[in-house]
């Protein structure tokens, strides 16, 4: 199954007073869970933009919960287009995380980074 299959719940049809479904503006996903792209070719029918955009803020909510803690790294996109293929709304989140050991590690590196600069420029 796909992530936006996943993620995404279907709309609720909504019905006139006559008993007649009434069309729904229609949308496509594209979600990057940080591990691949689903650019899901299939449409999606929400009561509107912001019906569409709250959804994609929950999948990808869903998404960082699915996902952590796996590693110290993760980053996750998601990105809302309309009829007319113009992007109504994209949302990304970045993490990164590190223990007290990576953190000097790090400072090791920059430090010994800066010193071997400043040695080359002194020749």
Do not use: C
Not at 58 to 76: C, F, I, K, S, T
Not at 88 to 109: D, P, V
Request: glycine share 6%.
């Amino acid at each position: 199954m796909d992530i936006v299959a996943e993620l995404f719940e279907p709309a609720t049809v909504p019905v006139g007073g006559d008993g007649e479904e009434i069309d729904m503006p229609r949308y496509r996903v594209a979600i990057d869970d940080g591990q691949k792209l689903d650019d899901s070719t299939d449409w999606l029918e929400f009561a509107n933009d912001q019906a569409a955009i709250d959804e994609a803020q929950r999948a990808l909510a869903d998404m960082v919960r699915d996902n952590l803690p796996d590693g110290g790294h993760l980053e996750m996109r998601v990105a809302i287009e309309n009829e007319t293929r113009e992007v109504i709304y994209q949302a990304s989140l970045k993490f990164h995380g590190e223990t007290a050991q990576e953190m000097k590690a790090e400072t090791l590196r920059a430090t010994n980074s800066a010193l071997n600069g400043s040695a080359h420029r002194r020749r």
